[in-house]
């Protein structure tokens, strides 16, 4: 383990994330909102921290980088930009607590959208900016824009690559990994300037377009009004950014073929379809529960429940509605969908419909081999063979989400949350959609839970967005010995 430069490139993340502070900090200067300061003083800090560790760590770098530095890599380089990103929020005074500055700035590099805030619009505009421009930097993921931006790590980039991009498998579009980076983030950033300018011409405010951008393509859910997109009860707004929402939610690899005019892998891929179909048959099972009971109108129970699904199913986490008012079936689909999550390769949390279809494929394998018992069937996704390596590792991912989020919801619970409360914040944060049910559902925030549930929840976040796995093999002591 080359710890030198583990810890330089950890250095070079702070660094950019202080960077990235001018967005707000130039914010804070038009509206005189006071925080221009602390923004300065933070990005000061970030600055000379990350460009020291850069410095004095500084080291060779012809050597591929091993699979272990990989994962230490992103692991550090996530904790590093959360506790750095949490700086402007204490130095401001707007999140009072150090634990409440960390949790909100996590959920937002995480793209989770869990808040503890109860009155969000009292906060500066700059201070919901950058709360916003954390979700859209973790959307597409800090490392993986390292490999667009810094050429150092085009050598052995692939192990950050496989670290950091959500699915079982990733997909290479170019040779290099530094290219295939680069044009992730030119999809990321044409669909999130699509979705500003349709936001715009709706009538939506410059700041609050920007903010919904910045939270909408990276399936974060942060809003700066404290009814969510609720606040703006507009079919158009609805309609735009469930469609936004619904293309986050897919594998951007698709998103690519489509620009390449090659429309037609969207059709030949099993994923999109689960996808697609799993939408609009959980649309169409709530619009049912809630139509008449909830809604007296078929068309607002439609237009709510598309949204609500659409933004559970891609664990965004933005609300026009309570769902907890819709009764138990559709509360249990969208617990589900909470669980399922998007398309690998997507922005979304939770298990992915790839690992979700491979996973009912080994079932009926199963029941196959019981009924022939030497019969060979293999399992394909797409026309291609799922090798045994991907399987088991897709049931061990599955086998250890289940474990981690029941030791979880355990912990919650002897800290004194209610059950339903303590199984909805802990596939909330580990599923990274924000709201959950019970005390910590759509209309409510994690601000009244204890200080040690917040860290639980903290780590569960990182846990979800790195896909577990990244995190977790840290903790083996096999992993240090070999």
Not at 151 to 177: C, H, N, S, W
Not at 272 to 278: D, E, I, N, S, T
Request: hydrophobic fraction near 50%.
């Amino acid at each position: 383990m080359r710890w030198a430069f583990i810890l330089q490139v950890a250095g070079l993340i702070i660094l950019f994330v202080g960077l990235t502070m001018l967005v707000p900090l130039g914010f804070s200067l038009v509206a005189k909102d006071g925080t221009a300061l602390s923004f300065i003083q933070a990005m000061l800090f970030c600055i000379a921290a990350g460009g020291g560790l850069f410095l004095v760590f500084r080291t060779d770098k012809g050597h591929t980088i091993t699979h272990r530095e990989g994962m230490c890599i992103v692991t550090l380089g996530w904790i590093g930009a959360g506790l750095s990103g949490a700086l402007p929020f204490y130095l401001s005074g707007s999140i009072p607590g150090f634990t409440d500055c960390v949790f909100e700035t996590f959920s937002g590099f995480t793209t989770t959208g869990s808040t503890i805030l109860g009155d969000i619009e009292s906060l500066p505009s700059s201070i919901l900016m950058w709360r916003s421009q954390t979700q859209w930097l973790g959307g597409m993921g800090i490392v993986l824009l390292s490999l667009a931006i810094l050429p150092f790590l085009g050598v052995g980039g692939m192990q950050l690559y496989k670290a950091e991009v959500p699915g079982p498998t990733p997909d290479k579009l170019r040779p290099r990994i530094r290219d295939t980076a680069r044009l992730l983030w030119q999809v990321y950033l044409l669909l999130s300037a699509l979705q500003f300018l349709f936001l715009l011409a709706g009538g939506m405010s410059f700041s609050d377009s920007l903010s919904h951008t910045f939270t909408t393509m990276p399936t974060g859910g942060f809003s700066p009004k404290n009814a969510s997109i609720g606040h703006y009860d507009s079919v158009y707004f609805d309609l735009v950014i469930t469609f936004f929402m619904f293309m986050a939610g897919v594998n951007f690899v698709l998103h690519f073929q489509l620009l390449r005019r090659n429309p037609s892998t969207w059709w030949r891929s099993p994923e999109f379809k689960f996808y697609l179909l799993v939408t609009l048959g959980v649309t169409l099972i709530v619009t049912w529960c809630i139509y008449g009971s909830v809604y007296s109108s078929l068309g607002q129970a439609l237009r709510y429940s598309l949204f609500q699904v659409v933004s559970i199913f891609t664990t965004t986490g933005y609300a026009t509605a309570d769902y907890e008012l819709w009764g138990p079936l559709a509360q249990f689909l969208l617990l589900l969908c909470m669980i399922v999550g998007g398309s690998a390769g997507s922005t979304a949390g939770g298990v992915k419909c790839m690992r979700v279809i491979i996973l009912i494929k080994q079932a009926q394998r199963e029941l196959m081999r019981l009924v022939h018992p030497r019969a060979v069937v293999p399992i394909k996704l797409g026309g291609k063979l799922v090798s045994d390596e991907i399987l088991s590792g897709i049931v061990g991912f599955f086998l250890l989400y289940l474990a981690l989020a029941a030791l979880s919801m355990c912990i919650l619970a002897a800290l004194g949350l209610d059950l339903l409360t303590s199984i909805g914040a802990v596939i909330a944060c580990i599923s990274n959609i924000g709201p959950g049910l019970g005390q910590v559902g759509p209309t409510d925030n994690f601000g009244h839970l204890p200080a040690l549930g917040k860290w639980v929840l903290t780590f569960c976040m990182l846990l979800g967005r790195l896909e577990i796995y990244t995190v977790i093999v840290l903790f083996s002591g096999e992993f240090w010995r070999s």
